[in-house]
């Protein structure tokens, strides 16, 4: 493992930050799917704690993600789907990811080695600020997304993909892209929007948590999101 792998992935817990996101539908500004928001808590500057909770027009919570942090390291992670009544765990033990995941009233498991590089998906934004300035420069940041429906780690990459303005600020755009052509072609590349400055995502747009509704059958979701922290 090289030091700048291991120095990225220590430093996440502790660039964790609160904010509250709004979804909507891809391209439009009218219609509030849900809303976002992050709380953590600390030790001293270190982040052992985050909690993701989306809730709906309706004031229903759609969907929970809780992550504990040890050592500066993912202990576990929990997803509740209230939508579809779906729950999923992750515990990292004795160098393993151990997956648990619970529908239709059936519960499977699944496990594999630890990657240094794992991430669940609260911590993405502070992933993406520990490696800013390899983003900044041009390269490439890998990680491995915890997918628990999948009961499996899941390769991404980040890259620059341009810049720009946005409400009179410099922003970056970045890629989130699957490195399986096979995941490829089955989920689009998510685009980030992060504030050149402060490394914030300012916007996104890609899949998301929460499910959609669709002939009577819940689906897969792509929403546009805009962040304030």
Do not use: C
Not at 93 to 99: A, I, S
Request: no cysteine; charged share 25%.
């Amino acid at each position: 493992l090289s030091f700048a792998v291991i120095t990225l992935f220590l430093a996440t817990p502790a660039l964790a930050e609160e904010f509250t996101a709004t979804f909507y539908p891809q391209g439009k500004r009218d219609t509030v799917l849900f809303t976002q928001p992050q709380t953590e808590q600390k030790t001293g500057d270190v982040v052992n704690f985050l909690r993701r909770v989306y809730v709906g027009p309706d004031k229903k919570e759609v969907a929970v993600e809780e992550v504990i942090f040890e050592g500066g390291k993912v202990k576990t992670f929990r997803l509740d789907q209230k939508q579809v009544n779906e729950q999923g765990t992750l515990e990292v033990k004795d160098g393993r990811v151990h997956f648990s995941y619970t529908a239709g009233g059936n519960t499977k498991t699944d496990t594999e080695t630890m990657s240094p590089d794992l991430v669940v998906s609260p911590m993405l934004i502070a992933y993406l600020r520990a490696g800013w300035e390899t983003l900044l420069k041009g390269g490439t940041l890998k990680a491995r997304l915890a997918v628990l429906d999948r009961k499996e780690t899941v390769g991404f990459q980040f890259t620059k993909i341009g810049e720009a303005e946005a409400n009179g600020r410099p922003v970056v755009l970045v890629q989130m892209k699957p490195s399986s052509f096979v995941i490829a072609a089955l989920v689009k590349p998510i685009r980030l929007t992060l504030d050149k400055e402060t490394a914030r995502v300012v916007e996104s747009s890609g899949r998301v948590v929460p499910k959609q509704m669709v002939g009577g059958k819940w689906e897969a979701l792509d929403a546009d999101g805009v962040y304030k922290y």
